[in-house]
């Protein structure tokens, strides 16, 4: 089956400094790759759509300047949260798409823990 | 009004007892409706997966959609521990971004 891969699987940073989450399709390869991020008890809400070789397309009130996507492969899309704060803490899960743009085949990751102090 | 409910539960159910799950919403467009599995501190998985309005099946699995109510329920039926998990419902209209409901936690007990 489509497994996708996250790194690394729990992060503690300092508030100020920046943060790389990595997401890989290991077996598979997806144009398109979903980010999203799940606070406790709540919804997973979707913050970018991320297309191989292209800009990323981030949903409303998410800002573009602090959570950079950077999708350069087919296998790889990577989430910088920059200038980490507190409130930056959460859970922050990929999704990768075999069909392209379309979410009713994305394969989720394991998800990344970032606390932020 | 949130545009998908669900009762964040917990709802916990002795061992081999018939689950019930449910999810509302008021956006008359949605078309794709899906149910995912979470395991604490895990991504979701896939479990089900229906367009419009009718009943699937997948083993213990049963996903319903009644479009005129506007209500989704998930079944599972001779539930295991290893059933205790969160499921998201999820759902979207053709061609966009699916939109999740919070969850709702499942024990089920031994």
């Known amino acids: 089956g489509a497994v996708v891969s996250q790194h690394p699987s729990r992060v503690i940073c300092k508030s100020g400094t920046s943060v790389k989450i990595e997401c890989r399709s290991l077996?598979?390869?997806?144009?398109?790759m979903f980010w999203y991020r799940q606070f406790p008890k709540k919804s997973l809400m979707l913050m970018a759509t991320s297309n191989e070789g292209s800009k990323a397309t981030y949903e409303q009130g998410v800002e573009k300047d602090k959570f950079l996507i950077n999708h350069a492969s087919l296998t790889l899309s990577t989430l910088t949260v920059t200038s980490a704060h507190p409130e930056d803490s959460s859970f922050y899960i990929c999704s990768a798409s075999t069909d392209s743009g379309t979410q009713e085949t994305q394969y989720f990751g394991p998800g990344t823990r970032l606390l932020v102090l | 009004q949130k545009e998908v409910e669900q009762d964040p539960g917990p709802l916990s159910v002795p061992e081999g007892a018939i689950v019930s799950l449910n999810c509302t919403y008021s956006?008359?467009?949605?078309?794709?409706f899906m149910w995912y599995r979470q395991y604490s501190r895990k991504g979701p998985e896939l479990l089900m997966y229906t367009y419009s309005s009718g009943n699937k099946e997948d083993g213990r699995f049963t996903a319903q959609v009644d479009k005129s109510s506007k209500y989704i329920s998930l079944f599972i039926r001779d539930s295991q521990p290893s059933d205790s998990a969160t499921y998201l419902c999820?759902?979207?209209?053709?061609?966009?971004?699916?939109?999740f409901g919070p969850g709702t936690r499942l024990s089920v007990l031994p």
């Open positions: 956006n008359s467009a949605f078309q794709y």
């Open positions: 077996d598979f390869q997806a144009t398109t």
């Open positions: 999820a759902m979207s209209p053709p061609g966009q971004n699916f939109v």
